[in-house]
């Protein structure tokens, strides 16, 4: 069963953007095209997951959430602007699941859609591991297993760890790790960096994975095949 | 240089009905001015009279005694007319006291022109009524068209922030710039919050830690590449405040310790009755340091390249009152500034738990 999301947003550029960054996580997304008749086009995607913006021509957003809702439960998130004035107690009175707002923060979404999967349809969002040169990461408790081995890394080693193996084969930048980090409310500075990537690669190198992560002079680390 | 917009002071020169309270004493003597002419009129009457009289040799005495009698009629009717003139006086003082207070009732007309200043001050308070509702209405549609405006601009904003999502150099500072584009937008929708009277204050049991953290997440790609340092140490604090203004101020005090620190530490510190944000940039003068809260004041911020808006902090000044709190703040110029929010911890507010 496809991981399949309807997408209700009237701006094209909006949509399509949206559209794209989603189905980088492995989900299906359909935009809707008519907006006089959303919840016949509901019926006929069968989506499992709507992403529904409130404002819209013809009918706003809570119209058709309480059209869908006649004939199903499916999770509904809202998309709403700052000025909407709205907070998620007025979202679920109105029958929805959950709402994020604009602009929308990807890592927020993914985050989102991955629970509402979860709780709803037991789903886990693929992969819980990351994999290279055989040392598998294990997202769930933070650990590194090689060679039957299993690793410890601190918060910060397992962020940059991850971060990079999710990026695989692209040059991530410090900055960005930097900012990751600060996003764990890890507010590190240039030199806690560089000693954290060092002290990661002194623990690869430990257990024989020498050269796990490249420099990239001027331009961040990676890790690459 | 300083650019000085500071509102035009409030007028609190004497209500116009103050002004001209007059002593009964000073009533007679103007309403004596006032009748003098009537009075002239009585006088020459009698003159003409005792004058015939006496040029017709008639008995005197018949003249004197009549004349006793007017003086006496016309100061008897002189009293009564006073009384009116003083009970009419009044009666126009609680009028003006009324339209100082913007209220009106029509007074008894008793003469033309009492009549014709009636008709001119009705038309007159139409008028003023008329433009008030028109200025409120004016105000209002500013208001609808700026939030519209800050919902349409929100859209392609996501768009952009979607799009520059990759990890270049030039990316990142697209995505710098494109975050000081939101933070001006969110200036206009907090400015127009702010102005108007609504009442948009949700308290609520807020954990000072989640929400300071928060904020600092907001500011982490701002920080990271200017290259400054934060230190924050978390509190276990709980406080009753409006979670979106709070954050407001918060955020806009970082975002300043950010604009104005070139190198060095931003601190964000929780005491027994403040948040302290505390820079090491390159500080408030002295002379400017009574005047920051003012709107548009920028005062000399060795910034010769952008153009402060001057509203920032006076906008946190505004959010801050709306939550009954207080910002203070020190500084040295060329170590760094010091702001505080205090009043969060007061017996009403909050509790601090350690």
Not at chain 2, 49 to 73: T, W
Request: glycine share 6%; charged share 25%.
């Amino acid at each position: 069963m496809g991981k399949r999301i309807m997408l209700v947003e009237d701006d094209h550029a909006l949509a399509k953007a949206i559209k794209d960054k989603v189905e980088t996580w492995g989900y299906e997304v359909v935009v809707a095209k008519d907006f006089q008749h959303i919840s016949e086009e509901f019926q006929e995607i069968q989506p499992l997951l709507v992403l529904l913006d409130i404002n819209l021509p013809f009918f706003n957003g809570f119209y058709w959430c309480t059209e869908i809702r006649k004939a199903s439960n499916v999770p509904i998130v809202f998309i709403t602007s700052a000025s909407d004035n709205m907070n998620i107690v007025m979202a679920m009175n109105m029958g929805g699941d959950d709402l994020i707002a604009k602009p929308i923060d990807l890592d927020v979404l993914s985050a989102k859609i991955g629970a509402i999967f979860r709780r709803a349809y037991n789903m886990h969002t693929a992969p819980n591991v990351l994999e290279h040169r055989g040392a598998t990461l294990n997202l769930n408790n933070g650990t590194l297993d090689y060679n039957g081995k299993q690793i410890d890394l601190t918060k910060n080693e397992f962020k940059i760890l991850t971060t990079l193996l999710e990026k695989k084969n692209t040059i991530v930048s410090r900055d960005m790790l930097m900012t990751k980090l600060w996003q764990d409310d890890c507010y590190v500075e240039e030199n806690t960096l560089t000693v954290n990537v060092t002290r990661l690669r002194k623990k690869l190198e430990a257990e024989g994975l020498e050269e796990f992560i490249k420099t990239k002079v001027g331009q961040g680390y990676i890790i690459e095949d | 240089m300083g650019i000085d917009s500071r509102k035009p002071s409030t007028n609190k020169q004497m209500p116009h009905s103050e002004k001209q309270k007059l002593g009964t004493g000073k009533l007679i003597g103007r309403y004596i001015r006032e009748k003098l002419d009537v009075l002239l009129l009585v006088a020459a009457c009698n003159i003409v009279m005792l004058v015939v009289f006496f040029l017709y040799r008639l008995d005197m005495a018949p003249f004197f005694y009549a004349f006793l009698l007017n003086v006496f009629f016309t100061f008897c009717g002189l009293c009564i007319s006073f009384f009116r003139y003083v009970a009419r006086h009044r009666e126009r003082e609680k009028l003006l006291m009324m339209l100082e207070n913007n209220d009106y009732a029509a007074i008894d007309q008793q003469t033309l022109e009492t009549e014709d200043y009636t008709r001119i001050i009705e038309l007159l308070y139409q008028r003023c009524n008329s433009l008030l509702s028109e200025h409120d209405f004016l105000m209002e549609d500013s208001k609808d068209y700026f939030t519209l405006w800050v919902h349409q601009i929100k859209t392609p904003i996501s768009v952009l922030d979607m799009l520059l999502k990759d990890d270049s150099q030039e990316m990142r500072a697209c995505r710098v710039e494109l975050f000081r584009i939101e933070q001006y937008v969110d200036m206009v929708l907090n400015y127009f919050r702010l102005g108007s009277n609504s009442k948009d204050i949700a308290y609520k049991e807020v954990e000072l830690d989640t929400l300071i953290k928060s904020c600092i997440r907001k500011y982490a790609p701002l920080f990271i590449n200017k290259k400054l340092k934060l230190s924050y140490e978390p509190v276990q604090a709980k406080i009753l405040t409006d979670d979106k203004w709070l954050s407001f101020i918060i955020e806009q005090l970082l975002s300043n310790a950010v604009k104005y620190t070139s190198d060095g530490t931003v601190s964000i510190e929780v005491t027994d009755n403040a948040i302290k944000i505390s820079d090491t940039g390159i500080g408030i003068r002295s002379e400017d340091l009574p005047r920051i809260f003012e709107k548009g004041y920028t005062g000399f911020n060795g910034r010769s390249g952008s153009k402060s808006s001057g509203l920032g902090l006076y906008l946190c000044n505004l959010a801050a009152e709306r939550l009954s709190l207080k910002l203070s703040v020190t500084s040295e110029p060329g170590k760094g500034s010091q702001f505080y929010i205090s009043g969060l911890f007061d017996k009403d507010s909050g509790e601090r738990l350690e």
